[in-house]
C-alpha cells in the first residue's frame, strides 16, 4: 500500500502545466512562423531579436542570455549564418571571442516576425484581465527565482 508520501497528485502541481503550456505556445508560435512564410525556429528568432536589442554581442553573452550552453549556441549560430540571417565577427581585441551581428537579411526577417509575435501575444492574454496577466507574470518570476 503506498503511503500518503509516495502519492503526487500531478494535476495539481504548477510544473506538468508550465510544461504543457510551454509546448502549446510553442507549437502554436512554429505554426505562426511557417504560416508567414518564415525560415526560423523559437530560438532563431529569439536571436534576432537579442540582436536587434543588441546588435554585435558576444556570443558567450548571448548564450547567458538565451539559457543555452555555449556548443548548442553555437550550431543554433551556425544554422542562422547558413541561412543568412548572421554573422560572426571574431573580437579586435580579443580573438577568442566572437561578436554577433544582424545581417540586413536578419534585420528584415526580424521586422516580418513583429506581427507574427504580436498576433502570439494576443492569443496567449486573450480573456485575461490586466490585473490577472500581472499575477502570473509576478508567479513566473517567484517560480524561476526558485532555481536560482
Excluded at 505554426?31 to 531579436?49: C, G, H, P, R, W
Excluded at 538565451?66 to 540571417?85: A, P, V
Excluded at 566572437?98 to 528584415?108: A, E, M, R, V, Y
Aim: include cysteine.
Amino acid at each position: 500500500m503506498k503511503s500518503e508520501d509516495d502519492i503526487i497528485d500531478y494535476d495539481n502541481c504548477i510544473a506538468p502545466w508550465l510544461g504543457k503550456t510551454v509546448k502549446i505556445v510553442d507549437y502554436h508560435l512554429q505554426e505562426l512562423l511557417n504560416a508567414n512564410a518564415l525560415d526560423l525556429t523559437k530560438e532563431q528568432m529569439i536571436v534576432l531579436k537579442k540582436l536587434h536589442e543588441e546588435d554585435g554581442i558576444n556570443q558567450n553573452e548571448l548564450a547567458y542570455l538565451m539559457i543555452r550552453n555555449k556548443s548548442s549556441l553555437t550550431r543554433l549560430i551556425s544554422k542562422m549564418e547558413k541561412k543568412g540571417y548572421i554573422t560572426r565577427k571574431q573580437s579586435v581585441s580579443d580573438k577568442r571571442i566572437n561578436k554577433i551581428f544582424l545581417t540586413s537579411l536578419g534585420k528584415s526577417t526580424f521586422q516580418r516576425t513583429r506581427p507574427v509575435i504580436k498576433k502570439m501575444i494576443n492569443t496567449v492574454e486573450a480573456n485575461l484581465s490586466e490585473s490577472e496577466k500581472k499575477l502570473i507574470i509576478q508567479t513566473l518570476q517567484k517560480i524561476q527565482t526558485n532555481f536560482i
